[in-house]
């Protein structure tokens, strides 16, 4: 999807969420119970999806804001 040209208007919101659910896995994933299972390949594979998410979003469309700015 981050090699395309446009995306679907509202692409944007729902990668932004992704992202955010991504970001809140690595915290708990990086905090003190998991942080033995974790190896340096999981870190990167995270740090890619993440790479990827960014540059989807950056490219995407937002949806309409219909309300009054007022």
């Given at each position: 999807?981050s090699?395309?040209?446009?995306?679907?208007?509202?692409?944007?919101?729902?990668?932004?969420?992704?992202?955010?659910?991504?970001?809140?896995?690595k915290?708990?994933?990086?905090?003190?119970r998991?942080?033995?299972?974790?190896?340096?390949?999981?870190?990167?594979?995270?740090?890619?999806?993440?790479?990827?998410?960014?540059?989807?979003i950056?490219?995407?469309?937002?949806?309409?804001?219909?309300?009054?700015?007022?």
């Open positions: 999807m090699e395309h040209a446009s995306l679907p208007l509202g692409t944007k919101e729902i990668f932004i969420t992704e992202l955010r659910s991504l970001h809140n896995s915290e708990k994933l990086t905090g003190d998991y942080t033995e299972k974790l190896n340096d390949q999981d870190l990167e594979s995270i740090g890619l999806a993440e790479q990827i998410l960014m540059a989807v950056e490219k995407a469309p937002s949806l309409l804001a219909l309300e009054d700015d007022d």
